[in-house]
């Protein structure tokens, strides 16, 4: 069985915004000042981090952000549930026909590996229209601050779930940025980049993505480097 973790934003949606409005809102709201996050680079990062950072360069203590990130937490998700509604949220190219076959199929399980909450990452599908069911395990942006933890705690989840130990090829990552790409390195699982976010397929392949497409309109061939990866 295939262990098969999805990136969110620029893999399977583009969200148009609406992430980065609802932290902002939510940092503004709970902290007093959302920092540079308006124009902090996200593409990679978890939520997590980024509040982290955003807060880090406006001068707040450590404590202070340890502190009140479940409040913080909670704010993005109310805010997120408006600014979805603002923002013209679609589903990325091949992703609806991807997503059908593989669900159907005995020997694929498939999850989420998200910079993404685990509270806002169904808001984000719904408003493209897909089914956050679908995925029946997911590591998220409020579960560690880093997305090189995420695969781990994937994989224990995954575990957890269906008695299998996922090992090696056995666990395919499909992202869109470096970080997704090198995040589960050290675990020898498969990566797959597929260039519909902010990094080109050149950029994918130098992180050592080791299938590269430009979207995931070629569903026989995406299937292919997803099921037919040799195990480790």
Same mark, same amino acid.
């Given at each position: 069985m295939k262990l098969i973790l999805f990136d969110i934003d620029g893999t399977l949606i583009w969200p148009n915004g609406a992430g980065r409005a609802a932290m902002n809102r939510a940092l503004i709201e709970v902290f007093g000042t959302a920092g540079p996050a308006d124009s902090l680079p996200m593409a990679g990062k978890t939520d997590w981090q980024i509040i982290t950072e955003s807060l880090t360069a406006a001068g707040v203590e450590q404590q202070a952000i340890q502190a009140r990130?479940?409040?913080?937490f909670d704010a993005i998700e109310r805010h997120m549930a408006q600014t979805i509604l603002e923002r013209q949220v679609k589903v990325c190219p091949g992703v609806p026909a991807l997503l059908e076959w593989l669900s159907a199929q005995p020997g694929a399980l498939l999850g989420l590996l998200t910079g993404n909450l685990v509270?806002?990452?169904?808001?984000?599908? $719904? *408003?493209a229209n897909l089914?956050?069911?679908l995925f029946k395990v997911g590591a998220y942006g409020? #579960?560690? %601050?880093?997305?090189?933890q995420l695969p781990s705690v994937a994989l224990?989840?995954? $575990? *957890?779930?269906?008695?299998?130990?996922?090992?090696?090829?056995?666990?395919?990552?499909?992202? #869109?940025? %470096?970080?997704?790409?090198?995040?589960?390195r050290h675990l020898g699982?498969?990566?797959?980049?597929v260039?519909?976010?902010?990094?080109?397929a050149q950029a994918l392949s130098a992180a050592g993505a080791d299938y590269v497409f430009s979207d995931l309109t070629d569903t026989d061939a995406v299937i292919q480097a997803i099921m037919n990866s040799a195990n480790s």
């Open positions: 990130l479940p409040a913080c509270t806002t990452a169904p808001i984000k599908l $719904r *408003a089914n956050p069911a409020s #579960d560690r %601050p880093h997305r090189s224990e989840r995954a $575990r *957890a779930l269906t008695g299998r130990t996922f090992v090696g090829k056995n666990v395919v990552i499909v992202g #869109d940025t %470096p970080a997704d790409v090198t995040c589960g699982v498969t990566a797959v980049g260039a519909t976010g902010q990094h080109s």
